[in-house]
């Protein structure tokens, strides 16, 4: 009788093939080859002659996976770690800023009815929506700019609530409601008010200059950068002299600017003037009738003239049998400069130009007649470097002394200087001034490497230029 080791026939591996191609379990085949032939095949037999034969078995037989054995381990609980609680998210507020239009050169802004508020001592204004023209308009700062058009009625409506086409005919800067109000809800307002009076010309109302000076302290809670934009706009002003004064008269300036108040408390050293505040205004206005030379207003000058002395205060000095001295104030003067300007979030390099005026804003003074050397014309235009038309400017408008006579002599010495200056700038190019020997040139004829040797010894070179003038290299 056939059994498991009994050997294929030709029929069987016929039937296997079309058994593998019909899809059955290697179980199934076997038992149905058993039966059709008598035979006593087993799977591990079956499986061995359709790898033989070449049969392609669609139904593959089931993988047996031999599953780890899992070992449990006791361990005891990890310990209760006390987490602080989750942090509540504060849903973040809208930015409300207005849509703007333009139109040829003017710049529409068009926003809902708002008002901004300053709470307690925050630096942060909160917006709030109203639901009036009215009210926005009472939440103005001024009542020039509190009026307005209806324009979604068949006729256009004028809206003025707190008459500010006459305040604006008559050029006087009210307030809608309380000026302590008006302030209250944004104190850079105050700052406004003497913006307005520099750009337009226009006056303040008593009630509101009493306002400004009763809560100048609160212009402490605004930003340096929103104070020093309106700080701009006043410097950059037609009369910078009305906003400066108002600014110093209300106590405001203190509270950003205190250089400038102290001024007053100084007399010039010269008698000239009631005190030094007084001439440094006069500065700035006299240094704005030279901004041409610039090519129009110009802010730096404008900051140089304002804080060209305001290192007197800290220098000055009693000389016997009268009088007052401020040696190096300009020294004190231009530290001063820097550190203040900082604080204003002014760019470093206005800082520097101003502040580098301030320290050459005096220099002049030791011209004389004309007694200067040629090597020390040289030094005062490389000091100056891109400046120096600056200088010129700042140099003259320092020049307020009432004696016609001696403005005139002053003048006349600065003519002379500016003269010398175009002469040797034609013949020796003085603002590229370079020794006749560049680093290259150096190193090769000391023999030494690029380092602080080649330095000092171009250092040297630069002051025999200065000197003397072109040497030439074979000197």
């Known amino acids: 009788m056939p059994n498991q080791y009994t050997a294929w ?25 058993n039966a059709k032939f008598g035979t006593e095949r087993t799977r591990n037999s079956t499986v061995s002659r359709a790898k033989r034969i070449g049969a392609k078995w669609l139904g593959r037989p089931p993988v047996q996976v031999k599953r780890p054995t899992t070992i449990l381990k006791v361990e ?3 310990p209760v770690v006390n987490l602080p609680a989750p942090k509540k998210e504060t849903p973040k507020k809208p930015v409300l800023k207005p849509i703007k239009s333009i139109f040829g050169d003017i ?40 009026m307005a058009i209806e324009l979604t009625t068949e006729e256009p409506e004028f809206i003025d609530p707190h008459n500010g086409v006459r305040d604006l005919l008559v050029k006087t800067l009210r307030t809608p409601g309380s000026p302590e109000l008006s ?22 109302a008593p009630e509101v200059l009493t306002a400004m000076s009763e809560m100048a302290g609160r212009l402490e809670i605004i930003s340096a950068e929103r104070i020093h934009d309106e700080f701009v706009k006043i410097m950059m002003s037609p009369s910078p002299r009305i906003g400066i004064t108002t600014l110093v008269d209300t106590g405001l300036c203190e509270k950003f600017l205190p250089e400038i108040p102290k001024l007053r408390l100084e007399i010039d050293e010269h008698h000239h003037h009631k005190d030094v505040y007084e001439h440094t205004l006069t500065v700035v206005e006299q240094s704005m009738a030279l901004e041409e030379r610039l090519g129009g207003p110009n802010l730096v000058i404008r900051l140089a003239a304002l804080l060209h002395d305001i290192g007197k205060p800290k220098t000055r000095a009693l000389i016997d049998g009268g009088g007052v001295s401020f040696h190096h104030h300009e020294v004190v003067g231009a530290r001063m ?17 101003v502040a580098q005026l301030v320290f050459l804003h005096l220099r002049f003074h030791g011209y004389g007649g004309g007694e200067w050397t040629d090597s020390a014309v040289r030094r005062y235009v490389r000091d100056a470097g891109d400046l120096l038309t600056h200088l010129h400017v700042l140099t003259r408008a320092d020049c307020t002394t009432r004696n016609k006579k001696k403005a005139e ?12 200056i175009a002469a040797l700038m034609e013949e020796e190019e003085l603002l590229k001034i370079r020794p006749d020997l560049d680093g290259h040139a150096i190193m090769e004829i000391l023999g030494v490497k690029a380092g602080p040797i080649v330095g000092k010894a171009y250092e040297f070179l630069l002051e025999l230029r200065l000197e003397h003038g072109p040497l030439g290299e074979a000197r």
């Open 9 to 33: 026939t030709d029929v069987e591996d016929e039937m296997l093939k079309e058994l593998a191609e019909e899809g059955c379990t290697l179980n199934e085949a076997a038992a149905r080859l």
């Open 76 to 78: 005891p609980p990890p």
């Open 107 to 146: 710049v529409f802004e068009i926003t809902t009815y708002r008002s901004e508020v300053y709470v307690s001592e925050s630096r942060k204004p909160e917006v709030k929506f109203g639901d009036s023209i009215e009210v926005d308009l009472y939440r103005r700062d001024f009542t020039v700019n509190a």
């Open 183 to 204: 302030f209250g809800d944004d104190p850079l307002r105050m700052l406004r008010a003497a913006r307005f009076a520099a750009q337009l010309g226009f006056a303040i």
């Open 337 to 353: 400069t820097k550190e203040r300007l900082k604080k204003l979030r002014f760019e470093h390099q206005v800082v520097e130009d």
């Open 409 to 420: 002599s002053l003048a006349s010495n600065y003519d002379h200087l500016e003269a010398r």
